[in-house]
T-cell receptor, first 114, second 109 residues
Framework: SQTIHQWPATLVQPVGSPLSLECTVE??????LYWYRQAAGRGLQLLFY??????ISSEVPQNLSASRPQDRQFILSSKKLLLSDSGFYLC?????????????FGPGTRLTVT | DAKTTQPTSMDCAEGRAANLPCNHS???????VYWYRQIHSQGPQYIIH???NNETNEMASLIITEDRKSSTLILPHATLRDTAVYYC??????????FGTGTRLQVFP
């Protein structure tokens, strides 16, 4: 069966510090991968999605970047965090062949920028 | 992608059917209706999707009006574990789902 991992679960970082959040998927090949952010009391905002290694689409201009160095690994990064980067970060995957209409979400990372 | 309108919150008694409405009056012909839910502090969970016809799976039923301008998600026998925020999304591509603020469903004993 497929599983998705995100770490860390919670993170407190000072303004101006770098960020690296990692997401890995097991049990599937060549998934589409997604990063979302959810600010407190708000809906989810799609940040990036990837259809393959090294292929990243950015949906919202911001202080963040994403990379996909391996088929089942998706990384969200920032060189200098802003207070507005605080939120709940969710990674998701989709099997474009077997279950093309469904996205599956990981447990999320709750980031607080102080 | 079209926008959706959902009630902010709803209550439902345990064991009764929960009917969650969604308006999507500007939906275009090639856009699907998706439903996800998010239990507190967890990632969203896919529930069901449809294009024109009504759909049913082990979790819920989706009723889409003939003009496709609105839909209803039905949880036939709500349990306390169904308490969550329910998102109605319309989109052409599954890669670009736009989550609004959804409907907060509270199931009470």
């Amino acid at each position: 069966s497929q599983t998705i991992h995100q770490w860390p679960a919670t993170l407190v970082q000072p303004v101006g510090s770098p960020l690296s959040l990692e997401c890995t998927v097991e049990g599937t090949s060549n998934p589409n991968l997604y990063w979302y952010r959810q600010a407190a009391g708000r809906g989810l905002q799609l940040l990036f999605y990837s259809v393959g290694i090294g292929q990243i689409s950015s949906e919202v201009p911001q202080n963040l970047s994403a990379s996909r160095p391996q088929d089942r690994q998706f990384i969200l990064s920032s060189k200098k965090l802003l207070l507005s980067d605080s939120g709940f970060y969710l990674c998701a995957w989709r099997d474009t062949i077997l279950l093309p209409y469904e996205q599956y979400f990981g447990p999320g990372t709750r980031l607080t920028v102080t | 992608d079209a926008k959706t309108t959902q009630p902010t919150s709803m209550d439902c008694a345990e064991g009764r059917a929960a009917n969650l409405p969604c308006n999507h009056s500007t939906i275009s012909g090639n856009e699907y209706v998706y439903w996800y839910r998010q239990i507190h502090s967890q990632g969203p969970q896919y529930i069901i999707h449809g294009l024109k016809n009504n759909e049913t799976n082990e979790m819920a039923s989706l009723i889409i009006t003939e003009d496709r301008k609105s839909s209803t998600l039905i949880l036939p026998h709500a349990t306390l574990r169904d308490t969550a925020v329910y998102y109605c999304i319309v989109a052409t591509y599954t890669d670009k789902l736009i989550f609004g603020t959804g409907t907060r469903l509270q199931v009470f004993p």
